[in-house]
């Protein structure tokens, strides 16, 4: 039996900002903030992207959901190239596909009300009458455990943890497939953090949805993925099965960012590695492998040579690693 095609498959994936200046304006260098990313994600499944801020994810979220228009490269999503759409030709599409963001305090308006904020989408989409709607806000308040009454209060009455759980409703709203979650977490207090994840896994097991989960923070991500991506510099550096990775790392960068979670046994913090220096900028990347300024086994092929991502291991060719060397 062929396998069913993944949900969403990303292609070379590029976006580059113009960086202009002048009187005139005119672009003068380019920001390559996702520079030729390729994954794939399946129904039901999480795929975790993770990295330092500044290395592309959020921008690489905001491009797969078409709030930019990508430079380069297709995002096919249940079938359709979203990549070339105008915005009418987009619209059905974006049922399927939502976005909850890292604030919720800033992405929801807080002149409406949280029926108002809920019942937008069923508007936009033409969905049911004024009575349907009211009752499908109550529902979706309900699914995130939040009281009917929430609807006729504003979002500054909310807590953050709260505000989020509405977040989550309104990108619930039109039945998804996909929600790509942006730090949906970072700005919770620690408390908080758990319910939120619990509550996106519970929405998972019960609606099948497949999430995008994006995060600086590779405890988080741990909780909740099946497969995780690691992106340096708008380039996937590493990309396997979750546990793979954690027990597993293959790319000096990942080792790094696994080094610095924090962990009870004295043992283990003393092998903690420090990067030097910052992640560079995309508007000048570094020739060769964009990691070679900061990898502790940088040789000189390493300055002029880029390494593609390839399988070292062909007993498990779903690792795959954008290093030369098999260190
Ligand atoms: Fe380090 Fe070279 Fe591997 Fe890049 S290719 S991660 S610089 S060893």
């Known amino acids: 039996m062929p396998e069913n095609p993944p949900l969403l498959d990303v292609r070379d994936l590029r976006m580059h900002f113009p960086v202009r200046g002048g009187v005139l304006r005119r672009a003068q260098a380019w920001c390559r903030a996702v520079d030729g990313v390729s994954i794939t994600l399946s129904a039901g499944e999480t795929l975790g992207l993770v990295g330092e801020s500044g290395c592309g994810k959020s921008t690489l979220g905001k491009t797969i959901v078409r709030l930019n228009t990508p430079t380069a490269g297709s995002i096919h999503f249940n079938g359709t190239d979203l990549a070339p759409l105008s915005a009418r030709a987009l619209k ?22 949280v029926g108002e904020i809920l019942a937008e989408p069923f508007l936009i989409h033409g969905v049911g009458t004024a009575a349907d709607r009211a009752a ?10 939040l009281p009917a009454s929430s609807a ?3 979002p500054f009455e909310f807590s953050g943890g709260q505000r989020q759980r509405i ?68 380039r996937i550096v590493e990309l396997a099965d979750a546990d793979r990775i954690y027990r597993h790392p293959a790319h000096p960068y990942t080792r790094a960012l696994l080094s610095a ?6 043992r283990r913090r003393s092998q903690r590695i420090v990067l030097q220096g910052d992640v560079p900028s995309p508007i ?31 007993k498990r060719p779903d690792h795959q690693v954008a290093c030369h060397f098999d260190l």
Not at 136 to 143: E, F, G, I, M
Not at 188 to 201: E, F, K, P, T
């Open 136 to 145: 499908r806000v109550t529902a979706l308040l309900d699914r995130v455990g």
């Open 167 to 234: 977040g989550i409703a309104r990108a619930l709203a039109l039945n998804p497939k996909l929600i790509i979650c942006d730090e949906p977490v970072s700005a919770l207090d620690v408390s908080v953090q758990g319910q939120v994840l619990n509550l996106l896994l519970d929405l998972q097991r019960e609606l099948g949805l497949a999430y995008l989960f994006i995060a600086h923070d590779l405890a988080v991500v741990k909780h909740v993925s099946d497969r995780i991506a690691v992106m340096y510099l708008g």
């Open 284 to 314: 000048h990347p570094p020739a060769g492998c964009p990691f070679h300024p900061r990898c502790p086994h940088a040789q000189a092929r390493c300055r002029v040579e880029a390494p593609a991502l390839r399988t070292p291991d062909t």
């Open 261 to 266: 979670i924090p962990v009870a046994e004295p």
């Open 152 to 154: 006729d209060r504003f």
């Open 92 to 113: 059905p599409h974006r049922r399927e596909l939502q976005m909850v963001f890292q604030d919720p305090a800033a992405s929801l308006n807080a002149r409406h009300s």
